[in-house]
C-alpha cells in the first residue's frame, strides 16, 4: 500500500499558485490598508506602528472584515480557505519547527498537493524607513528566509509586504539593494513591475524578483528551484 512517501512519488516543489491568486490577494491587502487609513482604530497610528501591530491590524482588517463581508471579488470561501496570522511551519528538513510566516493565506482547491502544511500563499511584512533598512531588514530578516528554505520552501512563489514610509520606493530603493548584493540575495532578476498590478495613491504597483535556492529537498533530494517574489509596498503616508 502506498502513501506517497517514497521518493520516485514525491512531487515537489508544488505546482505553481496562478497570477489570479496573487493579484486577488494583493488587491485585499490593498482595500484592507486603505480602510485602516481611513478609519483607524483608537490609539494606532499607522504611520509610526512597529512591525507586529500594523501586520495584526492589517491581518483583522483583511479577515474579519474584507474576506468576511466580501469586499474584494474572488477574496471569498469559494477561492480561498483561511487567513491565519504567525501559524507555526518547520523549514524544509525539518530542523526548526517554530518558523512563523506572517501571513499565511489558504487556497480552495488544491487537494493534489504533497504537503497539505507547506501548501499556502506566504506572506511577509517588513517596515521600510531609515531604522528598518531594506538590506538589513527587508532583506536579510524577510527575503533570506525564502532563499534559505525556512518559508515557502515547497512553493515556486511567495509575497512580501512592505509599510514604506515617505521617501522609500522600489525604485530606487530595493532596486538598488539587489543591485548591489545581488550574490548574498541570489538574485536571478531585479525587480520588475507587475503589469497586472495597479498603482495607487496608497500603494505602488507589486515588483517581481527572482532568487536561487541552495537547499536540497530532504524528501526527493532535488534542488529547490528559484522562487518568485512579489513586492507590494504600502504607503504610511
Same mark, same amino acid.
Given at each position: 500500500?502506498?502513501?506517497?512517501?517514497?521518493?520516485?512519488?514525491?512531487?515537489?516543489? /508544488?505546482?505553481?499558485?496562478? =497570477?489570479?491568486?496573487?493579484?486577488? *490577494?494583493?488587491?485585499?491587502?490593498?482595500?484592507?490598508?486603505?480602510?485602516?487609513?481611513?478609519?483607524? @482604530?483608537?490609539? /494606532?497610528?499607522?504611520?509610526?506602528?512597529?512591525?507586529?501591530? $500594523?501586520? +495584526?491590524?492589517? &491581518?483583522?482588517?483583511? &479577515?474579519?472584515?474584507?474576506?468576511?463581508?466580501?469586499?474584494?471579488?474572488?477574496?471569498?470561501?469559494? +477561492?480561498?480557505?483561511? %487567513?491565519?496570522?504567525?501559524?507555526?511551519?518547520?523549514?524544509?528538513?525539518?530542523?526548526? =519547527?517554530?518558523?512563523?510566516?506572517?501571513?499565511?493565506?489558504? #487556497?480552495?482547491? @488544491?487537494?493534489? !498537493?504533497?504537503?497539505?502544511?507547506?501548501?499556502? =500563499?506566504? #506572506?511577509?511584512?517588513?517596515? !521600510?524607513? $531609515?531604522? /528598518?533598512?531594506?538590506? *538589513?531588514?527587508?532583506?536579510?530578516?524577510?527575503?533570506?528566509?525564502? #532563499?534559505?528554505?525556512?518559508?515557502?520552501?515547497?512553493?515556486?512563489? $511567495?509575497?512580501? %509586504?512592505?509599510?514604506?514610509?515617505?521617501?522609500?520606493?522600489?525604485?530606487?530603493?530595493?532596486?538598488?539593494? =539587489?543591485?548591489? @548584493?545581488?550574490?548574498?540575495?541570489?538574485?536571478? @532578476?531585479?525587480? %520588475?513591475?507587475?503589469?497586472?498590478?495597479?498603482?495607487?495613491?496608497?500603494?505602488?504597483? $507589486?515588483?517581481?524578483?527572482? /532568487?536561487?535556492?541552495?537547499?536540497?529537498?530532504?524528501?526527493?533530494?532535488?534542488?529547490?528551484?528559484?522562487?518568485?517574489?512579489? +513586492?507590494?509596498?504600502?504607503?504610511?503616508?
Amino acid at each position: 500500500m502506498g502513501y506517497g512517501f517514497y521518493r520516485d512519488e514525491v512531487e515537489l516543489p /508544488h505546482k505553481p499558485l496562478p =497570477l489570479a491568486v496573487f493579484l486577488i *490577494v494583493e488587491e485585499a491587502i490593498r482595500v484592507s490598508w486603505q480602510r485602516l487609513k481611513a478609519n483607524p @482604530r483608537p490609539r /494606532h497610528n499607522i504611520q509610526t506602528a512597529d512591525e507586529d501591530p $500594523a501586520t +495584526h491590524e492589517l &491581518y483583522e482588517v483583511m &479577515y474579519d472584515e474584507v474576506f468576511h463581508r466580501g469586499i474584494v471579488e474572488g477574496f471569498d470561501r469559494d +477561492h480561498f480557505t483561511v %487567513v491565519t496570522r504567525e501559524s507555526k511551519v518547520r523549514n524544509y528538513d525539518g530542523t526548526n =519547527l517554530d518558523k512563523m510566516p506572517d501571513l499565511l493565506v489558504g #487556497i480552495a482547491g @488544491r487537494n493534489d !498537493v504533497y504537503r497539505n502544511t507547506q501548501d499556502w =500563499l506566504f #506572506i511577509e511584512c517588513k517596515p !521600510v524607513d $531609515a531604522v /528598518h533598512t531594506v538590506g *538589513v531588514h527587508y532583506g536579510a530578516k524577510g527575503i533570506a528566509r525564502f #532563499i534559505r528554505g525556512e518559508y515557502a520552501w515547497a512553493m515556486t512563489s $511567495a509575497l512580501m %509586504v512592505g509599510y514604506a514610509s515617505p521617501g522609500y520606493t522600489i525604485d530606487p530603493k530595493l532596486f538598488e539593494t =539587489l543591485e548591489a @548584493r545581488g550574490e548574498e540575495f541570489k538574485v536571478r @532578476r531585479l525587480p %520588475v513591475p507587475c503589469r497586472h498590478s495597479p498603482a495607487v495613491s496608497f500603494a505602488e504597483k $507589486a515588483h517581481i524578483t527572482q /532568487h536561487e535556492r541552495g537547499f536540497h529537498y530532504v524528501e526527493n533530494a532535488q534542488p529547490a528551484p528559484p522562487i518568485k517574489l512579489r +513586492h507590494l509596498w504600502l504607503s504610511r503616508n
